[in-house]
């Protein structure tokens, strides 16, 4: 090339320019193109490291709010537990009582069988002195018609010899004075 005032206008020297620009960047581009792969490689692992790093401590938010409910419910399934062991014994406590007041009823109810008992043995006993008082009375009456029984066949034998002896001597007394 010669030493001539260069023309910044003119083609050839804008051909010239494209092509050595052309070349500089392609030889740059060569060499760093291996960079740039390097570069895009180290900046999707960095990307991944800090995605990695965002879900762990998202997993470590999911988790520690997963404990908590955890202990939530462990403490209402406590308060639940200690609440139905307080129902049941105050179940318990009413059932004792249920019991004491049957236990109660049963003494009533053998006090007033026993009372009963009593009461139906002193009726047998009164039924059982008149079922003798009567039968007593009824022995006395059956002696006393035997006793008019056996009165009345004596006076009935006693007016039948007086009757044939009053016939007989009237019998005779006709007989004889005639």
């Keep these: 090339m010669s ?10 020297f804008r051909q ?5 620009v052309r070349e500089t960047v392609e030889e740059f581009i060569r060499e760093n193109e291996l960079r740039a792969r390097e570069l895009s490689l180290m ?7 800090e995605s990695l790093k965002a879900l762990r401590a998202i997993e470590l938010a999911h988790f520690e709010a997963i404990e908590k409910r955890f202990e939530a419910m462990e403490k209402r399934f406590e308060a639940l537990q200690r609440e139905t062991n307080a129902r049941f014994e105050a179940m318990d406590q009413r059932f004792e009582a249920m019991e004491k007041r049957f236990e109660a009823m049963d003494k009533r109810f053998e006090a007033l069988q026993r009372e009963m008992d009593a009461r139906f043995e002193a009726m047998d006993q ?10 007593a009375r009824f022995q006395a009456v059956d002696q006393r018609f035997d006793a008019m029984d056996k009165r009345l066949s004596l006076l009935q034998w006693t007016m039948g010899v007086g009757f044939t002896l009053t016939n007989l001597i009237i019998l005779l007394s006709t007989l004889f004075l005639r």
């Excluded at 030493?3 to 050839?12: T, W």
């Excluded at 900046?43 to 490291?49: D, T």
């Design 3 to 12: 030493s001539s005032p260069i023309d910044l206008q003119s083609a050839e």
């Design 43 to 49: 900046e999707r692992v960095i990307r991944l490291e």
């Design 126 to 135: 009164r039924f059982e002195a008149l079922q003798r008082e009567s039968d």
């Design 16 to 20: 010239l320019l494209r092509k050595t």
